[in-house]
């Protein structure tokens, strides 16, 4: 192994659960606003998760005062505080872009039952 994947391995944060396009998630962010750092809740559904090493991020979509946001988040960000996962999805696709286009009751997903 060489020197940088060393690095990479140090700083991967294996205390993220995990969890795939279609889950509903709550992200707990932490932001810094001049001295003062406070954590801020982010929920809403992951349309995407890129894969990889220490480069792995997701997307979280929410809709806020009838406004589609989306935040893309690094896994193993520091600033990432702790991910808890609310509802699994059931969902065919690994990118679940068609969301935007939906409004509505149409915009939900099923949930995946578990036995």
Same mark, same amino acid.
């Given at each position: 192994?060489?020197?940088?994947?060393?690095?990479?391995?140090?700083?991967? =944060?294996?205390?993220?659960?995990? #969890?795939? $396009? &279609?889950?509903?998630?709550?992200?707990?962010?932490?932001?810094?606003?001049?001295?003062?750092?406070?954590?801020?809740?982010?929920?809403?559904?992951?349309?995407?998760?890129?894969? &990889?090493?220490?480069? $792995?991020? #997701?997307?979280?979509?929410?809709?806020?005062?009838?406004?589609?946001?989306? =935040?893309?988040?690094?896994?193993?960000?520091? #600033?990432?505080?702790?991910?808890?996962?609310?509802?699994?999805?059931?969902?065919?696709? &690994?990118?679940?872009?068609?969301?935007?286009?939906? =409004? &509505?009751? $149409? $915009?939900?997903?099923?949930?995946?039952?578990?036995?």
């Amino acid at each position: 192994m060489n020197v940088i994947e060393t690095l990479e391995n140090e700083q991967m =944060r294996f205390d993220i659960p995990d #969890f795939k $396009a &279609g889950d509903t998630v709550k992200v707990h962010a932490r932001i810094k606003e001049g001295e003062k750092e406070r954590i801020q809740v982010f929920q809403g559904v992951v349309i995407r998760r890129r894969k &990889g090493k220490i480069g $792995a991020t #997701f997307t979280v979509r929410k809709v806020s005062y009838g406004i589609g946001v989306e =935040r893309i988040f690094p896994v193993h960000s520091p #600033f990432v505080d702790k991910v808890e996962i609310l509802t699994r999805g059931k969902v065919n696709q &690994g990118r679940i872009y068609y969301l935007r286009k939906l =409004r &509505g009751k $149409a $915009a939900r997903i099923k949930e995946k039952r578990t036995l």
